[in-house]
């Protein structure tokens, strides 16, 4: 049986979707039908935000998490070494933390020192480590909805130029901006204090959240017309 635990690390949560839905993912999905999935239950997301539903917010969000990572899955990417490579207890942009990006209004990208004894262990550190970085204070939840959006725009962008070209350095790209849009998930789960950890495990106490196998067996049909 497949299970996350919210203990659990990032890279758990990857292996466990890659157990869980590597195989129906392979065989039924392209990666654009990926990313489109994605794409889909991040506005259902927003669309939560719209009509102030929380639960509907935290459902969407945990699996568009999820789709997430199914594409870093497929593309071969340790998602958890991107984040931290990305992030290193310090904003990606500015490198301050907390980061002060809306008061330097820097327009570069500085480099960072990474300290690896700060890096966190385990899913729920790591979003501790994102609400330190970008504080919850003085932003709306719409805010940081309309970043998540913003950042799944530039993940679509970086996967059809590389798809498109195959050069490395859109690889790179991809890889940034796929932990870019993790950021954002912590990020809009910490303005609503969703704990991510403890509601991926109460989603998923047993494979697949609807079929409850794994690997799942849900149709594609399923799945394209799941309401959530
Ligand atoms: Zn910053
Ligand atoms: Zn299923």
Same mark, same amino acid.
């Given at each position: 049986?497949?299970?996350? /635990? /919210? ?12 157990? =869980?839905?590597?195989? #129906? ?5 392209? +990666? ?8 889909? %239950? ?7 935000? @719209?009509?102030?539903? @929380? ?15 199914? +594409? ?6 340790? +998602? ?6 990305? %992030?290193?207890?310090?904003? $990606?942009?500015?490198?301050?933390? #907390?980061?002060?990006? /809306?008061?330097?209004? $820097?327009?570069?990208? =500085? $480099?960072?020192?990474?300290? *690896?004894?700060? @890096? ?12 330190? +970085?970008? #504080? ?9 909805? =309309?970043?998540? *959006? ?23 790209? =991809? /890889? $940034?901006?796929? *932990?870019? %849009? ?14 991510? *950890? ?16 794994? #690997? ?13």
């Amino acid at each position: 049986m497949a299970q996350f /635990k /919210k203990t659990g690390t990032l890279s758990d949560f990857q292996k466990f979707i890659a157990e =869980v839905y590597g195989l #129906p993912d392979d065989r039924l999905y392209s +990666i654009w039908d990926i990313l489109t999935q994605q794409q889909r %239950f991040t506005m259902r997301a927003l669309k939560g935000i @719209r009509k102030d539903n @929380r639960e509907k917010i935290k459902t969407n969000l945990l699996i568009s998490f999820s789709w997430l990572m199914a +594409i870093v899955n497929r593309l071969h990417i340790n +998602i958890e070494e991107e984040v931290w490579h990305r %992030f290193p207890y310090l904003c $990606s942009y500015c490198g301050k933390l #907390p980061c002060v990006c /809306k008061t330097t209004k $820097s327009s570069r990208r =500085v $480099s960072v020192k990474v300290d *690896a004894k700060k @890096r966190p262990h385990g899913l729920a550190l790591l979003q501790k480590m994102f609400g330190e +970085i970008y #504080p919850t204070k003085g932003r709306s939840v719409a805010d940081a909805g =309309v970043h998540l *959006a913003e950042e799944m725009g530039e993940v679509s962008e970086a996967i059809h130029n590389y798809l498109g070209q195959h050069l490395q350095k859109q690889f790179n790209e =991809v /890889k $940034s901006e796929l *932990a870019d %849009f993790a950021s954002c998930i912590f990020g809009v789960a910490n303005s609503l204090n969703i704990d991510v *950890a403890k509601e991926i495990e109460a989603m998923y106490p047993k494979n697949c959240h609807i079929c409850h196998k794994a #690997p799942c067996v849900c149709s594609f049909s399923d799945v394209v017309s799941l309401k959530s």
